[in-house]
């Protein structure tokens, strides 16, 4: 059996580009004791990994080059020598960026499919919901009636932090690139959805949505949205520093930003956090989301390209908002 896999060519600077990436084919071996061989059916692209494509080593490791990347993926046991996995079974792993993998049946996890459509393991009920439920919760410990503005609103973490903090009782202001993805924040619960393409003073659009001010800001994208959290933010507020996705290509470290001595005249509590630094709190995550989507308030989005060779393409797009909701490639 065989298996088409993207690798990484050489250690990029800048924006990604096609001639970065290579499909290759590669044998899909028969599993061996204690292991399962399985066929992806969708793969996860994100954010994150432009920092694994830049060779420096950052709280996560360089991809290696000329080998399969890896990255989210949910699928199907094709055949398991791997007591507790069965032919049929779905699966959740690291192993993406291929449509199938043999490997132990430990490093995979079993999912049920039956309440959750299996992508949804890769979305808003996976690592990307709990972020949003991370930053929101944790980080910022948004409470019934302040209001907070969510970057990237029509992102994957975006889109679920607007959904939940909507469930949470907060008052929402989304920024988003486009009239589309405005109006879709906004069928998704946002109270306030800003075009931050279409103004040059962020700070503004958002004080005339929000003159009472801003009390948390869920930070995905950094830059001049940074600039601008810190002017509208009121003293005593909350960032949760998720990601800074405007910087993820620059050959250099960006320059400080302005508007920094706000933090101490304001007293804002910054809070950089990664995810999987807060497993312990996947207990309470599920809980609340399985009872927000029995009582309705969560909407699932994805954007899906299709097939390996999309794989690069759907990736490149999270830097020019091709996606709404959580970008995936269906394998
Ligand atoms: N801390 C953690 O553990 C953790 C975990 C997951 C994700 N993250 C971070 O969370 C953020 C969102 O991740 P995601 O997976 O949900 O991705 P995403 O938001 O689904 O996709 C990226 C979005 O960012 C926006 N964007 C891209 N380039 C931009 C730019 N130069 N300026 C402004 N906006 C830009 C685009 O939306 P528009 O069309 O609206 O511009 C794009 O759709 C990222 O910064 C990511 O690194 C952090």
Redesign the pocket.
Known sequence: MKSREVHLNAYLQGEPKPENFSVVEADLPAPDIGQVRVRNTYISV???M?GRMSGRHTYIAPFAIGAVMEGGAVGVVADSEFDGLNPGDHVMSMYGWREGYTAAGNTVMKIDTQSLPEQAYLGIAG??GL?AY??LKRMIDLKEGETVWM??????????GIQFAKAMGATVIA????AE?CEYVKSIGADHAID??ATDDLAAAIRAVAPQGVDAYF???????FTAALEVLNPRGRIA??????R??DAEQASITDNLTMIVGKSLNIR?????DHMDIQGDFVSDLTSWMMAGKIQPAETVLDGIDQAPAAFM???????????LVKI
């Open positions: 994100d954010p994150y432009r690592l990307t972020t991370v930053g970057s990237a609103g029509a992102g994957a973490v975006g889109s679920a920024t988003a690139g486009g993805k931050y393409k930070e995905n994208v950094g830059g001049t949205h520093a998720c990601g800074m996705i405007q993820y290509n950089g956090f990664i995810v999987s797009g999270l830097f020019e908002g091709r996606n709404t909701g959580k970008m």
